[in-house]
């Protein structure tokens, strides 16, 4: 069976859809927020996660643009519900890289018929081994870095803040959203410390003439450009 995340604000519906998926067998993983949920990928890669497009922390869809955008999840298979069901968000949902949407209030026969469709289908292809960004390697199986094919040692942290930054190059994230996405939600650090990572990472990318890719957008935050 496979191991499945469910991403709901609501308890009542979340159990729900726990409770259906765990009578099939499958293993199931719950959180109520977007800092919740990404934790738990980096705790256990789940085959499939269920993700409601409304969460307190973070829309669904932008969850699921992260999710698509990372090196190591984007071969997830996602299936977005939502209350409304309107057909503004089914394709939002669909063009943001969902495999499936259901509506609210979910029909279990329809939604467990859904979730054996999208693990039919096979994972998405696009999550490459290796990510490229100039002379910058990295290897997402291995979490390994490469400049110009020489090895570089990076700390736990700061390797998944160059591979979230560069998986996302050119777009800016705050302190706070940094903190969301590369750090687990509860582990009590303060934004301040994403500073400090950063010039971690500088003082090592540098020697290769990589540090200017760590650009900082005054008032906004970071981001990861080969633009320089």
Same mark, same amino acid.
């Given at each position: 069976m496979a191991s499945i995340l469910v991403v709901d604000?609501?308890?009542n519906a979340r159990s729900q859809i726990a409770l259906g998926l765990r009578e099939l067998g499958h293993d199931v993983s719950e959180t109520s927020d977007a800092g919740s949920a990404l934790a738990a990928f980096r705790r256990n890669k789940p085959d499939l996660m269920v993700c409601d497009f409304s969460l307190p922390d973070l829309a669904g869809? !932008? @969850?699921l643009s992260d999710v698509r955008g990372?090196? !190591?999840y984007r071969a997830v298979r996602v299936l977005m519900t939502s209350e409304s069901g309107r057909t503004a968000d089914v394709v939002s949902a669909l063009k943001s890289g969902a495999d499936d949407f259901i509506a609210k209030p979910i029909d279990m026969q329809e939604f467990l018929a859904r979730v054996d469709a999208c693990l039919r289908r096979p994972a998405n292809n696009v999550a490459t081994r290796e990510i490229h960004a100039g002379a910058i390697s990295i290897d997402t199986i291995g979490h390994r870095v490469a400049i110009n094919g020489n090895y570089i040692s990076l700390a736990p942290r700061e390797y998944r803040l160059l591979l979230f930054l560069v998986s996302n190059q050119d777009r800016v994230y705050s302190r706070k959203q940094l @903190? @969301? =996405?590369v750090w687990d939600k509860d582990s009590g650090v303060g934004a301040r410390t994403i500073d400090v =990572?950063?010039?971690? @990472?500088?003082s090592v990318l540098e020697p290769f003439e990589c540090g200017g890719y760590l650009q900082t957008v005054r008032g906004s935050g970071y981001r990861f450009s080969l633009k320089m």
């Open positions: 604000a609501d308890a869809v !932008e @969850l990372s090196g !190591e @903190l @969301l =996405h =990572h950063i010039r971690r @990472l500088r």
